[in-house]
């Protein structure tokens, strides 16, 4: 699961990106408007953090924004303005939620995980595609029952393409999207071949009847045999 931080307090921000890595998602951040964004014209994330009040512009413009854009992503408000009528505009803007700031960051935690499971699955626990049953939260695979062991990448592989069902994906959407900003560090992408490749092994070897297919020219995509 990857998720956009827009936080300008630069302390908050990093306590945030912090506990969020700790929880094993990919996190990026943004300290701007023009820096959030810069990253959902380029990116898709599951879950958005915005802070209303930056310091070059609106919070709920870019919120207005991002559903202009008709993008799909669980948005989160966290503000220092409790008032009722900022909560009432976030949210016919389109925001999943809505919480003031000071918070503890298990409460942050806690929401963000609430609006993952009904944004992804419409509030239940697995995703099943052919014969392959995915549980996000505890991080298992299953394969007509049998727990088939992947490590923490092939993971977030495997769940991004089984929420993307027989879309194209490019390989640096894909990188970008399971590696994060460290995915601009490479000039190559060794790394995601090398990924996939174990992961169409485990897959084939366990008797799935998904296989993440190359298209040529373009990247992969996940498709029913």
Known sequence: M???VIEDDNSLREIIC?????????VESASTYMQADSKIAGYTYDCILLDIMLPDGSGLKLLEHIRNLKKRENVIIISARNSIEDKVTGLDLGADDYLAKPFHISELIARVKSVLRRGRSHGEFTIELGNVTLHPDSRRVEI???EIKLVKKEFDILLYFMQ??????????LAESVWGDYADDSDNFQFVYAQIKNLRRKLEGAGATIEISAVYGFGYKLIIK
Do not use: N
């Open 2 to 4: 990857k998720i956009l």
């Open 18 to 26: 912090r506990a969020l890595e700790g929880e094993r998602y990919i």
């Open 144 to 146: 007509e029952g049998t």
């Open 164 to 173: 993307r069902p027989s879309h194209v994906i490019d390989k640096g959407v």
